[in-house]
């Protein structure tokens, strides 16, 4: 291995410690305690996982945490009137649903029921609008923890050529604006892109965010170029537990990348504290505004 690994799980816990003094000084100044509510809709073991740490380390950075299990058969409008009462509760700074939703509730009306205010997963299309526009709102907490990665071992995005492979809502969209507002020639590619292996061969940064296991290999690697990995895949293993990689095989890529993050370790410990941060800027705003 020659590339620099990128260490995620040391840099959450810096900027969870800024977000823990922050808190404090929140409180002891202004009374304020910032608080965030957590909407899981069903029993997704995976979501379970997320959110279990999501409330975990809520707690653990001073904040007040209000952690909302509602039965995979809510309705749309029981969802709605929980939304519409966190959003009028002054305790609330933040609100997160957990997505993906069951298939009978749509995930894009709910999103658009949170207060932007409060939405601190950026999903809103008044918070995705703003930061499509180059202005400043709540940034999506997983590619906002990969921006911070990226800074992390090169301070100079402006020029270089980013290749974002994915074009979701959640991690691609919102990583190629990112990038465009630092000043990057952004290159979004997708199930669709032709000759995907000589596109990345042109990226200095390269975003991997398809939930493919170990697609990208070496030979798609610039030498030198740096490899944000957001895939989380569980592959199977001889003894059944299965094994956690990323949509970079890791050990081929870091070869001849200059830097690369692990999976996992890399951007998933960095996103819960991402949304840590975003929850405390909330909790500023509403006394600002
Ligand atoms: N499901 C997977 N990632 C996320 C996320 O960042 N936010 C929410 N709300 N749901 C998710």
């Not at 799980?9 to 800024?18: C, G, H, L």
Request: hydrophobic share 40%.
């Amino acid at each position: 291995m020659t590339a620099i690994r990128i260490d995620g799980k040391a840099m959450a816990e810096v900027v969870r410690n800024e977000v823990a003094e922050g808190v404090a000084r929140l409180k002891a100044e202004h009374g304020i305690t910032p608080g965030l509510a957590v909407v899981l809709v069903g029993e997704d073991p995976a979501s379970q996982v997320y959110v279990r740490n999501k409330v975990k380390q809520t707690e653990a950075c001073g904040m007040r945490s209000f952690h909302h299990v509602l039965d995979r058969e809510t309705s749309r409008d029981q969802l709605m009137t929980l939304i519409d009462r966190l959003n009028t509760d002054d305790q609330v700074h933040g609100i997160l649903v957990q997505l993906p939703l069951p298939d009978h509730l749509n995930s894009k009306d709910v999103i658009e029921a949170i207060d932007p205010a409060k939405d601190v997963d950026g999903f809103h299309t008044r918070n995705v609008g703003t930061l499509w526009t180059g202005g400043s709102s709540f940034v999506p907490c997983t590619p906002l923890g990969c921006l911070k990665l990226l800074k992390s071992v090169e301070p100079e995005i402006a020029g270089k050529h980013a290749v974002v492979i994915g074009r979701s809502n959640i991690v691609g969209r919102p990583m190629a604006a990112l990038l465009l507002n630092e000043s990057a020639t952004v290159t979004m590619a997708h199930s669709k892109t032709a000759d995907l292996p000589a596109l990345c061969r042109q990226a200095d940064i390269l975003v991997a965010a398809v939930g493919r296991p170990q697609m990208v290999k070496s030979d798609w690697i610039k030498p030198g170029a740096i490899v944000l990995d957001v895939g989380i895949n569980r592959i199977p293993t001889e003894d059944g537990k299965g094994r956690l990689v990323g949509d970079v095989d890791f050990d081929d890529v870091a070869t001849v990348a200059g830097a690369i993050t692990p999976v996992p370790g890399g951007p998933g410990p960095m996103t819960i504290a991402c949304l840590l941060a975003n929850t405390l800027q909330a909790a500023k705003r509403s006394y600002i505004d």
